[in-house]
């Protein structure tokens, strides 16, 4: 590519701030939750549509009156969504918000200077 | 009372009252920023409200519930998947997008690769995707007006479509962000109440139980048991098997690729704002896809199934307004027509939400991105022009979606969104996550991604059975189907990310790995994002 469009080269304060140990930490924080949970919500409900295709018999199995295994593991699913998204939300208020607060802090008083 | 002459006084109301609050938000948008993202002054808790009644479309109310009411419990993938899609939005995209972007989705791609080739790719991925869900909002009008009408006639159906086409263009160029928002948060509002009515008017008839509501459902729908388990749509063969995969794949990962969904996260004022709206909409939303089920097996068990199975000649997109209507005592009945004026005019809501996020999104994206970002990029664009071109195009958008919809008024509406999410997967949420968390990804990377999903999946949607080969095709008497699968997902989201792998292996793109620095830092701790507007 000979024409370089992208915008100018950025603020140097971008380049101390990402090589804080606190940046590091910040995003060690948010990758250590994220990807794991992105994985684990992925297999879950992919289980849950590979059963539904090709574990028939076991989905149709009653618990209690016209109550199966399939309905019961749909709404699971439901129940599973509603978890992550209050552990995530826990979470990032806890140990990342904190920390980005600080980074914007430190952004801002560089941008003043 | 008669039913026509209700239902016309409540469809007038719901359309005085948005008009009204859209004049009013046009008085309070003045700059580019109001016009494109309501001045990001929404609190966490409206902005979830609006991303409730943003997402939850036609499909959702009029579509799920139609397919749980013929196919039983295959129909519930859409709900589960609908719903599930939301953790991707809420861990990997939504915070980020909104400090690393503007006004559009393709901002924060821009951000760092070269801006003409980008801004392209992602405003035509914008309007593709829009239109096609445009497509199944506006149908879905059409068969609900003339039902309401009591007459099958094409034409009412067609000035439907134009009626609800002028509206939306309406509240895009009067209202902009604002106004869009503040419609739909009152049609969030009126739909949760709206089907939380209904709800408890199916489980009263069945004593609050809902196994009896199921054994009902099974015994009126002539499968039996089977009614209630999966396979009853996708199980058949194993080529319907993998297309119940491909659907739950596009379902699942398209929702954080809808550019009107995208754009909602840039309305707050922090990234901080952007995830409680996410978790109020996973709330709503939630709750309102347990109500499906109910709604879906309810008109299963007390409609009868020549109403709304299409292979008895029933139009399964009305299950949930004839549910009202039998649940409020029966066609001929005054509770059975107020209901069902009541639970129309919640539709029309739901539908003039929707169709008004998306018409602003793909105006937004022409505006901001292919006539500032590529067309004069070279030149100063004053806000007052941009925000003109905006207009124009939402005009021009919304004459396209007329035209389209009326040939398209054949296809199921929750199957046409499901197509939507899979070209939303395939060509938008590729490039959105390398962005964010790979500093190799480049402007090649970048553009294959988007191109060959978009191609892939639009593609495969031509050479499908929804197009031709089958009764239920669009034309029905050609057969030029070589792609068995109706929807492409399984094969175009792969396409979609090797592309973008490839791509960006294949090329190097030093300014755009050196901003990634800034990218980073900048998304996961909104210093030097864009701030809301004072007013």
Redesign the interface.
Known sequence: ?T?????E???PI??R??ASPE?TE??RR?RG??FP??AA??VW??L???L???A?GF??TRI?????V??VF??L??VT??G???M??RF?AQKL?P??RQ??A???AG?DA | MDTQVLTTFLFLTVVAATVGITFWASRQTKTAADFYSGGRSFSGFQNGLAIGGDYMSAASFLGISGAIAVYGYDGFLYSIGFLVAWLVALLLVAEMLRNAGRYTMADQLAFRMSQRPVRTAASISTVVVSIFYLLAQMVGAGSLVALLLGVDSQAIKNITIIGVGALMIFYVVVGGMKGTTYVQIVKAVLLMIGSALIVVLVLAKFNFNLSELLGTAADNSGKGEAFLQPGLQYGATLTSQIDFLSLGLALVLGTAGLPHILIRFYTVPTAQDARKSVLWAIGLIGAFYLMTLVLGFGAAALLDRSAVDPLEGGNQNLASPLLAEAVGGGDGSTGGAILLALIAAVAFATILAVVAGLTLASSSSVAHDLYKGVIKKDQAVSEKDEVKVARIAAFVIGAVAIALSIPAQRLNIAFLVALAFAVAASANLPSIIYNMFWRRFNTRGATWSIYGGLVAAVGLVLLSPVMSGLPTSLFPDSDWAIFPLNNPGIISIPIGFLLGYIGTVTSRDPAAEDRFTELEVRALTGAGAEQAAQH
């Open positions: 590519m024409e370089q469009e992208q915008a080269r950025h603020d971008y380049d701030l990402h940046f910040l995003r948010y939750f994220v949970a992105t919500f992925l409900y992919l849950y549509v590979i539904s295709n090709w028939g989905m149709s209690v009156g016209h109550i199966n399939a309905l749909g709404l699913q439901f969504t509603f992550l998204a209050w995530y939300a990032s918000d920390l980005a980074l914007d430190e952004y801002r941008g």
